[in-house]
């Protein structure tokens, strides 16, 4: 039977996988939050009052999250190893 080559991810994918997660996690939670928030108030005013601070705290969950994956995809392609062409050597 023949293997099948999995490839070893680096150690920095595995933080950026992890980070992405985590802010989505980041996200879900945050919106349930604000829309919890929204529940508790009687009357029109107070449910308006709720969802300016909540679309702005999405946002801001948002730009934190494009920020990260921005500098972590940076960080990823130049800690990037390449390797040497086999067969010819530089002597």
Sequence with gaps: M???H???LRPLTWVILAF???MLLWLVISLYAASEEGRTC???LCQDANDRPS???AWLVILFWLVGAVVLGVAWLVTHRTEQPRGR???
């Design 6 to 8: 999995i490839p070893r």
């Design 42 to 44: 009687v009357g029109d």
């Design 2 to 4: 023949p293997t099948r």
């Design 89 to 91: 050597h530089r002597r």
């Design 55 to 57: 679309l702005v705290g």
């Design 20 to 22: 992405n997660l985590a």
